[in-house]
């Protein structure tokens, strides 16, 4: 389950790394480029949902990166 979710977000680009545990049994990956989270639960409530965030939902985009020459 954990691994599943991680791929997803891996294919779209993502720069995730380790799950971060929120308590319970809740786990959380951010990514290092765009900041995008993804957040799972092992056992949801009936209203709640097992995976969720804008990671697995919407592909990477990497921060723009200063050029080194600044010319004013
Ligand atoms: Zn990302």
Not at 60 to 67: G, I, L, N, R, S
């Amino acid at each position: 389950m954990m691994e599943e979710t991680k791929n997803i977000v891996l294919s779209r680009g993502h720069n995730v790394k380790n799950w971060q545990v929120l308590g319970n049994d809740c786990y959380a990956l951010e990514c290092a480029d765009c900041k995008k989270t993804v957040m799972i639960k092992e056992r949801p409530l009936p209203n709640e949902i097992k995976v969720g965030g804008e990671a697995v939902a919407v592909n990477c985009v990497k921060p723009v990166k200063e050029k080194k020459l600044r010319k004013k």
